[in-house]
């Protein structure tokens, strides 16, 4: 059975940092691309970082201005994202996500999601 499992989420101060963690089960974890998506209310599921099976290149949309960075663990199937300076505006349910093959940055081409872990960022 494939499991993806996200933890991490909290309520932060503007400002400051979080790590989120994925655990993968159930799937040659190490030959998936993995990435991580947001979703906040009444707004459409939103790609926020891409990490490739291969070599692990990193992959971000332009606008993330370099706060947040996506890594991997292989050997813990694992996937993590460190999101620094968090904002009011990156709340949201953050979902980790896994396909076969090159990364990518569309939502439609992965196989395997996870619940989701909210982060708030909130004074």
């Known amino acids: 059975q494939v499991r993806l499992v996200e933890s991490g989420g909290d309520l932060v101060q503007p400002g400051g940092s979080l790590r989120l963690s994925c655990a993968g089960s159930g799937f040659p974890f190490s030959s998936y691309s993995l990435a991580w998506f947001r979703q906040a209310p009444g707004k459409e599921r939103e790609f926020v970082a891409a990490?490739?099976?291969?070599?692990?290149?990193?992959y971000y949309p332009a606008s993330r201005e370099g706060r947040f960075t996506i890594s991997r663990n292989n050997a813990e199937n694992a996937v993590y994202l460190q999101m620094d300076r968090l904002r009011p505006e990156d709340t949201a349910v953050y979902f980790c996500?896994?396909?076969?093959?090159?990364?990518?940055?569309?939502?439609?081409?992965?196989?395997?999601w996870g619940q989701g872990t909210q982060v708030t960022v909130s004074s």
């Open positions: 996500a896994a396909k076969e093959g090159v990364y990518s940055g569309a939502a439609s081409h992965y196989d395997y």
């Open positions: 990490i490739n099976w291969q070599y692990s290149e990193q």
